[in-house]
């Protein structure tokens, strides 16, 4: 018997779904032009009768784009901080969030007593997708409570009743060890931190002499857990029972899909509070949910006071997987495929970075470890005519005549399946960088060390 953080909403059947979200953005249209400046300058233009009845009547409100956001946050004064899409006073604001900043100039965003209350009860539905319950021990390695997986993801696992023990900040091995004295049962952690884990977790075994408790591990954070060979190397080196994927966006809701007993694609969990539309990224068309699909995730906050957004690009893609599941669920089921901000174009035609890490990872499986990296000249490069650099990590130890035969192996089949050619260089095991937030699979040559601000170790 399946259960469910929202029994009702999570199996009511989708089209009712967007139906009831539809009739919340309706109510809140015209006091969002009021509230915000943002919306009163993008939403100009409506009728103060407009009523969206439907997933479809979205596609008559203007898209929200991040640059939309930077210029609103450009406008912040003492009495709004947070620029024009402000939407509530300063003494309603209880607390700040920061983007990573991976991508630029660091985003803000604020949230009220029930902004906070909505992430929590939102997030706790993520994490109850994934498998936590309220008797598990997590470890949250986040080491940055500002980002929106710091606290919020906190206050999610708080709301669901499990044991937070947040460990983030502190050094990797301090961090293992805590983790077998705490008798931590689930980790919240990139996929590449899950894959050092999965290394180094025997020998902290024996250190301490304490079994291990853990059976859990949600990946967030970076996609990649889609992965079949991935999954194999984490789960079989942690001896895990559960292995989920999570993601959300922390300009909208820091989680919002979590994979379901499954693990075969995330679910919408964010229903009660956030409508999710799918479009096509070039024409912005709103797509229908149907298996299959990709397209672009476009969010709408119909319950955020403090920094609401309407129709907002994530320049996410993604494939719908199902829109029918086993567990019961009716949200749709889909996989990351990329993000714009990642995805280059060689001699014209776009390529996502994943799709090279994901031939790659799984042709050579075994000969080559589940991580990869790719170099830009500059921050503001996309389009490459020549080559791309790529680095791999050898799984075993090779000799120059070996390694080289495996590059030239790994850039044929790269060239013969997605027509892009490139450099291979491969590293020993452990040469790319594995950090417990965000990890760029695009690293660039004339920056800062490739280990970046959000590989806090
Ligand atoms: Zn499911």
């Given at each position: 018997?399946?259960?469910?953080?929202?029994?009702?909403?999570?199996?009511?059947?989708?089209?009712?779904?967007?139906?009831?979200?539809?009739?919340?953005?309706?109510?809140?249209?015209?006091?969002?032009?009021?509230?915000?400046?943002?919306?009163?300058?993008?939403?100009?233009?409506?009728?103060?009768?407009?009523?969206?009845?439907?997933?479809?009547?979205?596609?008559a409100l203007p898209?929200?784009?991040?640059?939309?956001?930077?210029?609103?946050?450009?406008?912040?004064?003492?009495?709004?901080?947070?620029?024009d899409n402000q939407?509530?006073?300063?003494?309603?604001?209880?607390?700040?969030?920061?983007?990573?900043?991976?991508?630029?100039?660091?985003?803000?965003?604020?949230?009220?007593?029930?902004?906070?209350?909505?992430?929590?009860?939102?997030?706790?539905?993520?994490?109850?997708?994934?498998?936590?319950?309220?008797?598990?021990?997590?470890?949250?390695?986040?080491?940055?409570?500002?980002?929106?997986?710091?606290?919020?993801?906190?206050?999610?696992?708080?709301?669901?009743?499990?044991?937070?023990?947040?460990?983030?900040?502190?050094?990797?091995?301090?961090?293992?060890?805590?983790?077998?004295?705490?008798?931590?049962?689930?980790?919240?952690?990139?996929?590449?931190?899950?894959?050092?884990?999965?290394?180094?977790?025997?020998?902290?075994?024996?250190?301490?002499?304490?079994?291990?408790?853990?059976?859990?591990?949600?990946?967030?954070?970076?996609?990649?857990?889609?992965?079949?060979?991935l999954r194999r190397?984490?789960?079989?080196?942690?001896?895990?029972?559960?292995?989920?994927?999570?993601?959300?966006?922390?300009?909208?809701?820091?989680?919002?899909?979590?994979?379901?007993?499954?693990?075969?694609?995330?679910?919408?969990?964010?229903?009660?509070?956030?409508?999710?539309?799918?479009?096509?990224?070039?024409?912005?068309?709103?797509?229908?949910?149907?298996?299959?699909?990709?397209?672009?995730?476009?969010?709408?906050?119909?319950?955020?006071?403090?920094?609401?957004?309407?129709?907002?690009?994530?320049?996410?893609?993604?494939?719908?997987?199902?829109?029918?599941?086993?567990?019961?669920?009716?949200?749709?089921?889909?996989?990351?495929?990329?993000?714009?901000?990642?995805?280059?174009?060689?001699?014209?035609?776009?390529?996502?970075?994943?799709?090279?890490?994901?031939?790659?990872?799984?042709?050579?499986?075994?000969?080559?470890?589940?991580?990869?990296?790719?170099?830009?000249?500059?921050?503001?490069?996309?389009?490459?005519?020549?080559?791309?650099?790529?680095?791999?990590?050898?799984?075993?130890?090779?000799?120059?005549?070996?390694?080289?035969?495996?590059?030239?192996?790994?850039?044929?089949?790269?060239?013969?399946?997605?027509?892009?050619?490139?450099?291979?260089?491969?590293?020993?095991?452990?040469?790319?960088?594995?950090?417990?937030?965000?990890?760029?699979?695009?690293?660039?040559?004339?920056?800062?060390?490739?280990?970046?601000?959000?590989?806090?170790?």
């Open positions: 018997m399946a259960e469910y953080w929202n029994a009702e909403l999570e199996t009511m059947p989708w089209v009712d779904v967007e139906r009831w979200q539809a009739e919340q953005v309706t109510a809140m249209l015209v006091a969002l032009r009021q509230r915000s400046r943002l919306y009163a300058r993008l939403h100009a233009a409506l009728r103060d009768d407009l009523a969206v009845r439907s997933a479809a009547d979205l596609a898209f929200t784009l991040k640059d939309d956001l930077r210029i609103a946050q450009q406008a912040a004064s003492d009495a709004a901080p947070l620029g939407a509530v006073t300063r003494a309603d604001l209880v607390q700040a969030i920061s983007s990573s900043g991976t991508t630029g100039q660091p985003l803000y965003y604020g949230l009220s007593a029930r902004d906070v209350e909505v992430f929590a009860d939102a997030v706790a539905n993520v994490w109850f997708t994934a498998g936590i319950r309220s008797d598990d021990v997590v470890a949250h390695l986040v080491g940055l409570p500002m980002v929106a997986g710091g606290l919020p993801y906190a206050d999610g696992f708080r709301r669901l009743g499990a044991t937070l023990c947040w460990l983030g900040g502190f050094p990797t091995e301090r961090i293992l060890r805590e983790m077998r004295h705490l008798r931590v049962t689930a980790l919240l952690a990139t996929t590449s931190f899950a894959l050092h884990l999965a290394e180094q977790w025997d020998a902290v075994g024996s250190e301490t002499g304490i079994v291990s408790c853990l059976r859990k591990v949600i990946g967030g954070g970076e996609p990649g857990l889609a992965q079949p060979a190397r984490i789960a079989g080196g942690l001896a895990l029972t559960h292995l989920r994927e999570t993601m959300g966006l922390g300009d909208v809701m820091p989680s919002m899909w979590g994979e379901c007993e499954a693990e075969a694609g995330m679910h919408f969990n964010a229903q009660r509070y956030v409508m999710v539309e799918l479009v096509d990224p070039d024409s912005g068309a709103t797509l229908p949910w149907r298996d299959g699909t990709t397209g672009e995730l476009v969010y709408t906050t119909f319950a955020r006071d403090a920094t609401p957004v309407v129709r907002y690009r994530s320049r996410d893609h993604a494939e719908v997987i199902a829109m029918r599941c086993a567990c019961g669920r009716t949200s749709p089921r889909i996989r990351c495929i990329g993000r714009t901000d990642d995805m280059l174009i060689y001699k014209g035609m776009n390529v996502f970075p994943t799709a090279i890490r994901d031939l790659v990872t799984a042709r050579f499986a075994g000969r080559v470890e589940p991580l990869l990296r790719l170099w830009k000249e500059s921050a503001g490069q996309v389009r490459f005519d020549g080559a791309i650099a790529v680095d791999v990590e050898a799984s075993a130890p090779l000799d120059d005549a070996q390694r080289a035969a495996l590059a030239r192996g790994i850039e044929a089949a790269v060239r013969t399946q997605l027509q892009v050619r490139v450099a291979v260089t491969v590293l020993d095991r452990g040469g790319l960088p594995r950090g417990v937030y965000k990890n760029a699979i695009v690293a660039v040559r004339d920056a800062a060390p490739a280990a970046g601000k959000d590989s806090k170790r």
